[in-house]
Structures are given as C-alpha cells and as structure tokens.
C-alpha cells in the first residue's frame, strides 16, 4: 500500500469531517492503527481545524461586538481615545436596541459554546484513538512475550523435531525452519529468512508424503507482512515426511506451484 498517496487522497480530510460512511470510517480507523504515518496525519488534520475554528471565531466575535458598540452609539469615535455621546433623539427606541444586541451577544456566546464543545470532542477523540493503539500495543507485546516463552520452552524440549528449509531455485538465498512438536501436533516456523511477499501474494506451507509425492496444505500465512517475528505456529495432524514453502496468489492454491517453491526441508 503506497501510505503516501493514501494520504494525499484527501479521504483523511473527509473522515476528520466526518462525512464518510461507516464502512469507510471503519477502514480508515483499521489503517490509522497498522500505520502511523496515517494516525499522525489525522491528528495533524485535527489540530489545523481546531486552530482555524479557534482563530475565525475570534475574528467573528469581535466583528459582531464592534457593529453592536457601534448601533448603540459606543463607538471609539476618532480614535484619540475621547468618547463621543450624540446628543441627537436616537432614531429607535432604546429597548428595541438593548433586545437586538441582547439576542446577538446571546448568538455569540453560544456559538462560541459550540466551537468549545466541537473542540472538546476532537479532542477526546484523539486521546480515545491514542488510547486504543496503546492498548493494541500492549497486547501484542503481551502476545510476543507469550509466544517467545513458548518458543523457548519448544527449543528446549528433547523431542521436538527440527527440520531445516533451504533455499530452492531462483529462491537459493532464502530458507526457514520448522519446529515439529508431534506430540500436540502443531509445527513453529520460523519464516525470518524469507522476503516479503508482493502484494496479492501469500506464503503457502505445504506437509508432504515423498513416495508417491503427496502435499498437504497447512495454510497460508496471511499476517506475514504485520508479523514482527516470523514466528507462526501451526496445525500439523500429518505424518510429514518434509516440509515446504510456496508462494501462492492471495488465499493460497489446492496444489503447490513448485515455479514459486522457496523453500523445502526433508525430515531426518
């Protein structure tokens, strides 16, 4: 995904103003927590509105004060600081006047309420955005510590099977390993030697009998790219004879495409 041009497309803008669908606020929510250039974006977004609503309002507010000093004959007059009363009949009744600018300095206050309030909800926005990607963080450094103790203890376990995967091909300078627990029937790879797959891509693992050559689909892995440690603990109820890597179209192929075989490791 090009972050950049996301950025440029104006579609922030639109959910800062909030005139996007659900569907589309719901998306672009998903996006701000994966990248932080995107939330970074939106909260600089948010911040130039709630300084220019700040600023206008302002400027309104005394513009509409000056025009009500002035109707009521309040006036700095030439400007040398001297106040100037007209002695002259007003040409309208002096309560006609006061309910006039009542009802203005009434509309004032509540619009400047309502900037108040506008802003307050941004800003209670940003801190629920910011809280709920600090609360993402903290579960996946939760998660990547639980896996890593689990990892540890399947190094250190005698009777884990380890099967190296090497590189295949026009994939030489690739590889991956696996760590074959059979006894809950599961495998971790460890995928680190692989590149990242291009987009609409996935990496497919294969289990596979050698005579006669029969793969088995383990699945793909789909959260490759979002996955800081490669790690990726896996379903195997097969009596695997080797273990290989393919890379498929999104959603992952019946059959291997061995043209795209990165990775491949026989069983001791």
Do not use: C
């Amino acid at each position: 995904m090009d972050i950049n041009a996301y950025i440029e497309s104006g579609i922030l803008e639109l959910y800062v103003a909030g005139t996007l669908s659900e569907k589309e606020n719901k998306e672009v929510y998903a996006l701000m927590q994966q990248h932080p250039a995107i939330l970074q974006e939106v909260l600089e977004i948010e911040a130039a509105i709630i300084k220019l609503t700040a600023s206008t309002s302002q400027r309104d507010n005394n513009h509409i004060l000056q025009r009500i000093k002035q109707t009521l004959g309040f006036d700095d007059g030439d400007g040398d600081g001297d106040k100037v009363i007209s002695i002259t009949k007003p040409k309208y009744n002096w309560l006609t006047y006061t309910g006039w600018a009542a009802s203005i300095v009434l509309a004032v206050g509540l619009f400047w309420t309502m900037n108040q309030n506008k802003q307050l909800k941004y800003e209670i926005q940003t801190t629920e955005i910011q809280q709920s990607i600090l609360e993402i963080q903290i579960a996946d450094a939760k998660n990547s510590l639980e896996k890593a103790n689990t990892l540890i203890s399947v190094l250190r376990d005698e009777n884990i099977t380890e099967v190296p995967l090497v590189g295949q091909g026009n994939f030489a300078n690739t590889y991956a390993k696996v760590y074959w627990d059979k006894n809950t029937q599961r495998i971790f790879l460890d995928a680190q030697g692989l590149p990242e797959p291009p987009e609409g891509k996935v990496y497919q693992v294969w289990s596979l009998k050698l005579s006669p050559l029969t793969p088995t689909s383990l699945g793909t892995i789909d959260s490759f790219t979002t996955d800081k440690n490669k790690i990726f603990e896996i379903e195997n109820l097969n009596e695997s004879e080797a273990f290989g890597i393919t890379l498929e179209p999104a959603g992952g192929s019946e059959t291997p495409t061995m043209e795209q075989l990165y990775t491949l490791g026989i069983i001791s």
